[in-house]
């Protein structure tokens, strides 16, 4: 989500509810954004490398996640990020990634059955792969079954506790579910393991802010 949604994250306009944060369409193209497949040519334009086998236990993952943490240069953070979610997206066998990729493709137009039919598939077949866990947490976020969200994000954190999308993204569904201090308790913890995500640190001074309005 971060490559997308650190810009999108960046709190906008009021919503109609008068609460200073993402309105709800905002809300959606945010959390889509955890959706979306890095291609290769983006992960070789950021200098990542084409695993044959990744997935959230792929070794190069903790020098990856230091970088995040010890590096003050946007950039450094960055190509840390893109190398990540190359590595998270990819499960090493060809079907369940053909299967993200279909779920990817209904989800972008629309389609939310077909959408969850395919990442159902992918669950299914490898319920150990984190990510499949995070793509139907997005779509259940859009389809607004807040509950079965955060399930499938609790599911993606017990594999990859690390997953600093899928906390940034329990942040934003319990914004929807009004869970205010749940919300900054998620996006501080995805802080913990990304620094380099101002959408979050953003959020969590609005949510706060709100918080002394009251």
């Avoid at 395919?118 to 319920?127: A, F, L, W």
């Avoid at 807040?146 to 954190?157: C, H, Q, V």
Wanted: charged share 25%; net charge negative; no cysteine.
């Amino acid at each position: 989500m971060i490559l997308v949604v650190n810009r999108l994250n960046a709190l906008g306009a009021l919503g109609a509810d008068n609460y200073p944060f993402l309105t709800m369409r905002l809300l959606s193209v945010a959390f889509l954004a955890l959706a979306l497949v890095l291609t290769p040519a983006l992960a070789i334009a950021f200098g990542a490398t084409a695993p044959v086998s990744a997935r959230q236990n792929d070794a190069r993952l903790d020098q990856l996640f230091d970088t995040l943490q010890t590096t003050a240069n946007d950039r450094e953070a960055h190509i840390a990020e893109t190398r990540i979610w190359n590595l998270w997206f990819q499960s090493g066998r060809p079907d369940i990634d053909h299967l993200l990729a279909l779920g990817g493709e209904a989800l972008n137009r629309g389609d939310f059955k077909e959408a969850l039919d395919r990442y159902n598939d992918v669950i299914e077949k490898d319920p150990d792969f984190a990510e499949g866990w995070n793509r139907r947490a997005t779509l259940y976020f859009m389809m607004g079954e807040y509950e079965a969200s955060i399930a499938d994000i609790e599911s993606t954190l017990a594999l990859e506790p690390r997953h600093f999308g899928a906390l940034s993204g329990l942040g934003l569904v319990n914004i929807r579910l009004e869970r205010f201090g749940a919300a900054i308790e998620a996006f501080e913890a995805a802080l913990e393991v990304n620094p380099h995500m101002p959408g979050a640190r953003q959020n969590i001074r609005l949510l706060r802010r709100r918080g002394q309005d009251i």
